[in-house]
């Protein structure tokens, strides 16, 4: 399914219900981004070719290799966002990662949920 098709199928009528944490042009751009910057128009061959040069293993994402790092993937996110909006494209241009938001979400519900929930940092 197409970013649009999704956006349209789960957006207004379902707000409140879903929120999508949706990469383009695929997951790995937001691993990518916990190690480097990439802000020009990709494919997901190529960002899954970089990515295995920061994280080797190929889908398998070794997580404890991501720990600390998540402020800079957010930053490079949110920022690679706001360009694409200065340059009248949607959020969701190419490159993009909507992860982060999810990953806010998670973080608040965790402080919510008190200190006995909370089992480390990003």
Known sequence: MSIGACQTQYG????????????NPCFEIWPYWHFKDHS?????HSIQRLLS????????????RLSGRYEAARHRAR??????ERAGHPRSHNPSSGVWRLIDELLKAS??????????SL
């Open 53 to 64: 040069q920061q994280l080797p293993g190929g889908k398998r994402i070794d997580c404890a």
């Open 111 to 120: 402080a919510r949920s008190g200190p006995a929930s909370k089992s480390g």
């Open 40 to 44: 020009s128009h990709t494919t997901g």
């Open 12 to 23: 207004s009528r379902n707000a409140r219900k879903y929120r999508l944490a949706i990469s």
């Open 79 to 84: 920022g690679t966002e706001d360009g694409h």
